[in-house]
């Protein structure tokens, strides 16, 4: 039951995002379109994505989760600012997000000296890409997920935990699956912008085929030397991502109506 | 693929304007050295200084001017000197048929025109300024551009009616119908670009690294960069 | 499992103190928003209140010197609303409590089945909470909060929204149950205070107003709410030459029940409506007492017709409310005989 | 009520982001600092982004809460392929996308004519920043307002409909207000990356002084010629960013808890 | 405002005709999860029917040739739970309905508060929803459903969870409110049933077992739940020589009440509990029907105690149960004299 106008203004807003997406696929070659996007090098590009992606991703429900239960559930000083900053990474262009992570992982970074003692070069390698997609993506997956929590409300965990359910034990059994469908479109989200990660990499890992050139920055490289080549990458980019959100679940929660 | 345990890598460091070029040198480089694989790693030259300041491993670092290869020098963090091996001059990009009659330096103060460059800050669109300023030309274009590929694409789409851009970016574009057209102007003379090369300190194979600079400096490569467009050193 | 509560809230208005013994049933009473979810709350552990205390068999739960969190408290809360998990299935909802203590997935499984049992809810067993009914759900909800075992039950209107022919099994259910658990119990019955509670506290506006075994308070209330409750007729007023001054004006005459009052002293006068006659003009004769009033609504009451004139009410044969000609709005006079009033001080 | 362990990951997610901040804290030249923000390139392109993002936000919201609506609370055949390509914006590299609005509303693009017969000149102009911007930014918003949407189920709706409420009234006095608190986030991620935006915008908009030049294009130019200015004008990015999602109210709703 | 009611739900089981005339108010009775909720449901217009027709006052709300939206229908439904807007203030709850009419801002207060005022409820106007409790909530959904002023009211429970010292204030209002509307009640409370209907419905799975005015319908019960509700005994079974030849194999002699059921007849024997008399062993006398059965209960029944035996049950003074010696378990002998069963059939 939605109001009738409704329909024109989202009408509008579906074409904003749908017709550049068809203004792309009308200039692909079509003709040599299987040619370009099965080449060694975009294989390796676009295996590199996935699974740079699929790791800062699990990376990003690890850290994102908890981060999302404390800002939901909790109470403390400073919390707003602390907010404010989690959400950093969403606003800063991702070449800037890149170039703080070189000034902190990097070898003259703040953690420079550090990491060396440890023996372990961060930057330019594949961890550097799953931390520049981490790094930007893990906000999509706090604020979607802090948004869900406190749509869910507390009552059935204050019920749980009267029943005898340890804080872990309501975690798992009741909030966690509560807010289920918050947390696979906060993971969707978190994958989707790894996945079209560019500006953080770049800077931050390089562009090394095989190690940290990622669809995306592949993409770059082929601009330079075959547009036609590019723009085809770019709508595999896109078919990979609607597979990838359409295998989400979005099925709605039983609401149960009105009794 | 990744390196196997058998392969030598080695790393060259080039500025984006040299991606063609370097991927067709980079595969001679293997053919003729078996079980060394080269890793080529674009991007803007000041990106790729940063990056090799911040611990990037690079063996060779070409540069699309002196100012980053200075930059890297003057670090310390080149084996050696730099060495020259191409040149490049700007030239004129229109979209296909030359809707707007360009001819000419001149014509791009034409009011009404919309002219992209470079912004001053990169490479290409210092070159554009000198350029302008010898030949007494005030230029005012509708957006200053922050890569030469960007310059393309607004010339390509047919949204920008002239840009500035080097000549080897306008043979790479190519002339169909989502090419550009190249139209040279005398002026362009008075400004030229020149490519240094060089070995990266503490690379783990300084004398692949050394080769390579060879191949690039010598015969084969001024063929692969004079077919691409770049002038001699 | 000895409970003794203080709760101070004093943004709801709320500070109650209670004691329940163990294996005692207490009855909360009271009207709506006199507090009584929000004792079960701070026993609970789910409201943390101002300035308070709550002490189970000895160890302190709410107090000065800690908190013990509710998951911890071994405190079974069944609210108000049924709140089942949307997510998990019945018999899932029900096996929460016994999986929570550590029990594996059969045997929670198999208790919860059990209790289902207990509620006449062993065939929804299956559904999801979405997909069953009110009073159904209402049931689930008392069957989980039994499975969980607790020290301490506490029960938020378990039989509200239940149908006549699952309330009176579920009453004997809980009568079993409860027989040998410490429970706090909030009711609007008056029949679930009686059967199934051994004490009754009342509380109203926040303040415990009484507080004793059940079958006295509900026979000889001293507060409005638990005559009302108990279905009794009530005038507070003061004793002066054996009779009770109402504060409305009205003196009523009555057997001192307990060691006779001081002169001035505040007490009630009690009487069942089945002990009132209604005139429509005032009786000579025996003594009686006389109440001049007018009829606001007639209902019926198994066999007969209740009277009732504001606060009190009479209790007629169908047969005398007709020859009465009763409707609202007629004056008529209620006489009670004194030897059927009682009087005590409250 | 959260279990403790959670604080763990949690800490470690906002070191991930945080320290990358203070990496870039540590590299600003403070001495020059106010000299270096204060430019007036510095604040036009600042007044820019922030004109634009406005525009852009706003724009977001009149198409996003429909779009949200339309995914949320109707069902139709291939509502899942829909709801994958809305997101599409999110995944695809920011400069892919700008050539695909080059594509679309360019002078050559599929609307290139119909858009010169009604004399508009998208190109190089600030309605490009804002186009570029919203292509970007509409999906955060509609992600995120749909899953409070979800959440908040479709109770209070179906009583003020039985209450004689149209869906029109339904939508402005029960659904909207309902989920006020996933709007304000939704429209705060749109801010945001509306700010941050850079990849679609220099490739679609261009980058001129007070015409299309925003603070991340700014920063990119700086970064070359004088990079302390660049982490300089970053910072202020940054800051910019706190107090904008600082402002937003984060009350969470009363949940009343259990009756 | 006549109201024609045809309910298919097949996967809740529910297939339910009801008609209610203009003015009427029907009360629909029946176990949990009978489908009271359901048919409510179908006639807001918030549950489509897989098969059904509703029609208002000659106009079709559901059915096969369209559908009208709920908030087109001018039928108020207050749920079983109260869902009041949790970012509304009370009094902006209540005034939502005259808003949603058109009226304005002013007008629609006044009109919230006063219909605050009838449900006793006028001093929570300010508060929100999340800080009141449970039966304040109940009576402000009420006057929220009351201020639609829609043409057909659908209460589901409306005095659940309302504490005694309301709910007959209440009632009395409801009595006025509803006496020239069109109403459908659901209610678990025969005084509901007695005092706000014209009419009973009973459901039974999904099912319409007894329809009829409401005093008929509960003093001469044809389904065990209406039995139940009304208070009655009942004994089921075949008309064999004047007796009720019970399907748990008693016979029960009674007076037939209308014209004779043929013998093999399908008949019900229908006595009240106060007609009962309880013995130990079967006594002689005047012809009697005699039971044998097992005490399952006892329960205080206003001044006297009500003896229950599975499904029957008797009511006995306090002191005759005490001299009996009732108690659980105990096996006993319950007598009604003949004069005192109807039979009727079914
Ligand atoms: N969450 C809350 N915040 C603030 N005040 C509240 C809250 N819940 C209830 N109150 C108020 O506190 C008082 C006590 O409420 P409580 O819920 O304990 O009443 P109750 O005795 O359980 O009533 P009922 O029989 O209606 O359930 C009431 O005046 C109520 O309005
Ligand atoms: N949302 C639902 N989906 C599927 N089945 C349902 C749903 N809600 C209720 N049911 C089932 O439909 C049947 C009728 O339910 P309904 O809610 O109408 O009962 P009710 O008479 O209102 O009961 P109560 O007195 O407990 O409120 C029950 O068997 C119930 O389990
Ligand atoms: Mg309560
Ligand atoms: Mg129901």
């Given at each position: 039951m939605i109001p009738r106008w409704v329909y024109a203004p989202a009408a509008l807003g579906v074409a904003l995002v749908l017709l550049p997406l068809a203004g792309m696929a009308s200039r692909v070659a079509w003709g040599d379109f299987v040619d370009l996007v099965t080449s060694d090098s975009a294989l390796t590009a676009l295996s590199l994505s996935l699974r740079t992606s699929l790791v800062s991703t699990v990376l990003c429900v690890l850290l994102g989760v908890p981060m999302a239960l404390v800002l939901a559930r909790t109470e403390f000083p400073g919390q707003g600012v602390l907010r404010s900053l989690v959400l950093l990474p969403l606003v800063l262009p991702p070449v800037v997000g890149g170039i703080a992570l070189l000034y902190t992982f990097g070898r003259r970074g703040l953690l420079g000296d550090e990491l060396d003692l440890l023996g372990v070069q961060v930057a330019f390698s594949t961890t550097a890409v799953v931390l520049a997609q981490a790094f930007v993506s893990l906000p999509f997956l706090v604020v979607s997920l802090e948004g869900s929590l406190r749509s869910a409300g507390q009552r059935y965990e204050v019920v749980a935990a009267t029943l005898g359910a340890s804080p872990t034990t309501v975690l798992r059994r009741v909030t966690i699956p509560l807010v289920l469908p918050g947390l696979v479109s906060g993971a969707v989200l978190a994958f989707a912008r790894s996945l079209g990660e560019f500006g953080a990499t770049i800077t931050f890992a390089g562009s090394l085929e095989g190690t940290t050139r990622t669809l995306p920055l592949y993409i770059y490289n082929l601009r330079v030397t075959d547009p036609d080549a590019a723009v085809a990458m770019s709508l595999v980019l896109v078919v990979v991502a609607v597979v990838v959100i359409g295998l989400a679940p979005q099925r709605p929660r039983r609401t149960g109506g009105l009794r | 693929g990744g390196p196997d345990d058998d392969t030598t890598t080695l790393t060259v460091y080039a500025a984006a304007s040299l991606t063609a070029t370097f991927e067709q040198l980079g595969e001679e480089f293997e053919a003729e050295h078996d079980g060394v694989d080269v890793q080529l790693s674009f991007g803007g030259s000041a990106d790729l200084v940063t990056q090799i300041q911040e611990g990037a491993h690079a063996d060779v670092f070409a540069s699309a001017d002196t100012a980053n290869m200075d930059e890297l020098t003057g670090d310390g963090l080149a084996s050696g000197d730099p060495e020259d091996f191409a040149t490049n001059t700007l030239e004129i990009a229109v979209p296909p048929g030359n809707p707007a009659g360009v001819t000419g330096l001149?014509?791009?103060?034409?009011?009404?025109l919309d002219l992209v460059v470079c912004a001053p800050e990169v490479p290409c669109g210092a070159a554009a300024q000198a350029v302008a300023e010898a030949a007494g030309v005030t230029l005012s274009p509708v957006s200053e551009e922050q890569s030469v590929t960007d310059v393309l694409a607004k010339v390509t789409s047919g949204e920008a009616d002239a840009g500035l851009v080097y000549r080897t970016d306008v043979l790479a574009a190519g002339d169909g119908a989502d090419g550009v057209e190249g139209i040279e102007f005398p002026e362009a003379a008075s400004v030229v670009n020149t490519y240094p090369i060089v070995s990266v300190e503490g690379s783990d194979e300084p004398d692949l690294a050394r080769e390579f600079t060879e191949l690039v400096l010598g015969a084969t490569g001024r063929e692969v960069l004079a077919d691409a467009g770049f002038g001699p050193p | 499992m000895t409970l003794e509560l203080t709760a101070g809230v004093p943004d709801r208005g709320v500070d109650v103190t209670i004691e329940v013994a163990a294996g005692e049933t207490v009855a909360l009473l009271g009207p709506n928003g006199a507090g009584k979810s929000t004792v079960l709350a701070v026993a609970a552990g789910t409201l943390r209140p101002e300035r308070g205390r709550v002490v189970l068999d000895g160890r302190e739960l709410t107090g000065e010197r800690g908190f013990v969190p509710p998951h911890a408290r071994r405190v079974a809360l069944l609210a108000q609303d049924p709140l089942l998990f949307p997510h998990l299935s019945v018999l899932d909802n029900v096996a929460f409590g016994p999986r929570s203590l550590g029990h594996g997935r059969r045997t929670s499984r198999e208790s919860a089945l059990r209790w289902l049992g207990e509620v006449d809810a062993?065939?929804?067993?299956?559904?999801?909470?979405?997909?069953?009914?009110g009073g159904q759900a209402q049931r689930v909800a008392v069957a989980r909060a039994l499975a969980a075992e607790p020290s301490l039950l506490l029960l938020d209107?378990?039989?509200?929204?239940?149908d006549v022919a699952v309330a009176p099994a579920l009453r004997q259910t809980l009568r079993r149950v409860l027989a040998d658990r410490t429970v706090v119990l909030v009711t609007h019955d008056v029949l679930d205070a009686l059967l199934l509670a051994d004490r009754v506290v009342v509380l109203d506006d926040g303040r415990v107003v009484e507080d004793g075994p059940s079958a006295e308070v509900l026979s000889r209330p001293r507060s409005p709410f638990a005559a009302r409750i108990a279905g009794l007729n009530m005038v507070a007023g003061l004793w002066r030459d054996g009779a009770v001054l109402g504060d409305d004006g009205v003196a009523i005459r009555g057997l001192a029940a307990e060691a006779g009052p001081a002169p001035g002293e505040r007490v009630v006068a009690v009487f069942r409506p089945s002990a009132v006659s209604v005139f429509h003009e005032a009786p000579g004769g025996s003594p009686r007492n006389s109440l001049a009033v007018t009829v606001t609504d007639l209902e019926p009451h198994g066999d007969q017709v209740r009277v009732r004139a504001g606060h009190l009410a009479a209790d007629l044969t169908v047969q005398s409310a007709a020859e009465l000609d009763l409707a609202p709005g007629v004056r008529v006079v209620f006489a009670v005989k004194a030897t059927e009033v009682y009087v005590y001080r409250t």
């Amino acid at each position: 039951m939605i109001p009738r106008w409704v329909y024109a203004p989202a009408a509008l807003g579906v074409a904003l995002v749908l017709l550049p997406l068809a203004g792309m696929a009308s200039r692909v070659a079509w003709g040599d379109f299987v040619d370009l996007v099965t080449s060694d090098s975009a294989l390796t590009a676009l295996s590199l994505s996935l699974r740079t992606s699929l790791v800062s991703t699990v990376l990003c429900v690890l850290l994102g989760v908890p981060m999302a239960l404390v800002l939901a559930r909790t109470e403390f000083p400073g919390q707003g600012v602390l907010r404010s900053l989690v959400l950093l990474p969403l606003v800063l262009p991702p070449v800037v997000g890149g170039i703080a992570l070189l000034y902190t992982f990097g070898r003259r970074g703040l953690l420079g000296d550090e990491l060396d003692l440890l023996g372990v070069q961060v930057a330019f390698s594949t961890t550097a890409v799953v931390l520049a997609q981490a790094f930007v993506s893990l906000p999509f997956l706090v604020v979607s997920l802090e948004g869900s929590l406190r749509s869910a409300g507390q009552r059935y965990e204050v019920v749980a935990a009267t029943l005898g359910a340890s804080p872990t034990t309501v975690l798992r059994r009741v909030t966690i699956p509560l807010v289920l469908p918050g947390l696979v479109s906060g993971a969707v989200l978190a994958f989707a912008r790894s996945l079209g990660e560019f500006g953080a990499t770049i800077t931050f890992a390089g562009s090394l085929e095989g190690t940290t050139r990622t669809l995306p920055l592949y993409i770059y490289n082929l601009r330079v030397t075959d547009p036609d080549a590019a723009v085809a990458m770019s709508l595999v980019l896109v078919v990979v991502a609607v597979v990838v959100i359409g295998l989400a679940p979005q099925r709605p929660r039983r609401t149960g109506g009105l009794r | 693929g990744g390196p196997d345990d058998d392969t030598t890598t080695l790393t060259v460091y080039a500025a984006a304007s040299l991606t063609a070029t370097f991927e067709q040198l980079g595969e001679e480089f293997e053919a003729e050295h078996d079980g060394v694989d080269v890793q080529l790693s674009f991007g803007g030259s000041a990106d790729l200084v940063t990056q090799i300041q911040e611990g990037a491993h690079a063996d060779v670092f070409a540069s699309a001017d002196t100012a980053n290869m200075d930059e890297l020098t003057g670090d310390g963090l080149a084996s050696g000197d730099p060495e020259d091996f191409a040149t490049n001059t700007l030239e004129i990009a229109v979209p296909p048929g030359n809707p707007a009659g360009v001819t000419g330096l001149q014509d791009l103060a034409k009011p009404g025109l919309d002219l992209v460059v470079c912004a001053p800050e990169v490479p290409c669109g210092a070159a554009a300024q000198a350029v302008a300023e010898a030949a007494g030309v005030t230029l005012s274009p509708v957006s200053e551009e922050q890569s030469v590929t960007d310059v393309l694409a607004k010339v390509t789409s047919g949204e920008a009616d002239a840009g500035l851009v080097y000549r080897t970016d306008v043979l790479a574009a190519g002339d169909g119908a989502d090419g550009v057209e190249g139209i040279e102007f005398p002026e362009a003379a008075s400004v030229v670009n020149t490519y240094p090369i060089v070995s990266v300190e503490g690379s783990d194979e300084p004398d692949l690294a050394r080769e390579f600079t060879e191949l690039v400096l010598g015969a084969t490569g001024r063929e692969v960069l004079a077919d691409a467009g770049f002038g001699p050193p | 499992m000895t409970l003794e509560l203080t709760a101070g809230v004093p943004d709801r208005g709320v500070d109650v103190t209670i004691e329940v013994a163990a294996g005692e049933t207490v009855a909360l009473l009271g009207p709506n928003g006199a507090g009584k979810s929000t004792v079960l709350a701070v026993a609970a552990g789910t409201l943390r209140p101002e300035r308070g205390r709550v002490v189970l068999d000895g160890r302190e739960l709410t107090g000065e010197r800690g908190f013990v969190p509710p998951h911890a408290r071994r405190v079974a809360l069944l609210a108000q609303d049924p709140l089942l998990f949307p997510h998990l299935s019945v018999l899932d909802n029900v096996a929460f409590g016994p999986r929570s203590l550590g029990h594996g997935r059969r045997t929670s499984r198999e208790s919860a089945l059990r209790w289902l049992g207990e509620v006449d809810a062993a065939d929804l067993a299956d559904r999801r909470p979405g997909g069953i009914s009110g009073g159904q759900a209402q049931r689930v909800a008392v069957a989980r909060a039994l499975a969980a075992e607790p020290s301490l039950l506490l029960l938020d209107e378990p039989m509200a929204a239940l149908d006549v022919a699952v309330a009176p099994a579920l009453r004997q259910t809980l009568r079993r149950v409860l027989a040998d658990r410490t429970v706090v119990l909030v009711t609007h019955d008056v029949l679930d205070a009686l059967l199934l509670a051994d004490r009754v506290v009342v509380l109203d506006d926040g303040r415990v107003v009484e507080d004793g075994p059940s079958a006295e308070v509900l026979s000889r209330p001293r507060s409005p709410f638990a005559a009302r409750i108990a279905g009794l007729n009530m005038v507070a007023g003061l004793w002066r030459d054996g009779a009770v001054l109402g504060d409305d004006g009205v003196a009523i005459r009555g057997l001192a029940a307990e060691a006779g009052p001081a002169p001035g002293e505040r007490v009630v006068a009690v009487f069942r409506p089945s002990a009132v006659s209604v005139f429509h003009e005032a009786p000579g004769g025996s003594p009686r007492n006389s109440l001049a009033v007018t009829v606001t609504d007639l209902e019926p009451h198994g066999d007969q017709v209740r009277v009732r004139a504001g606060h009190l009410a009479a209790d007629l044969t169908v047969q005398s409310a007709a020859e009465l000609d009763l409707a609202p709005g007629v004056r008529v006079v209620f006489a009670v005989k004194a030897t059927e009033v009682y009087v005590y001080r409250t």
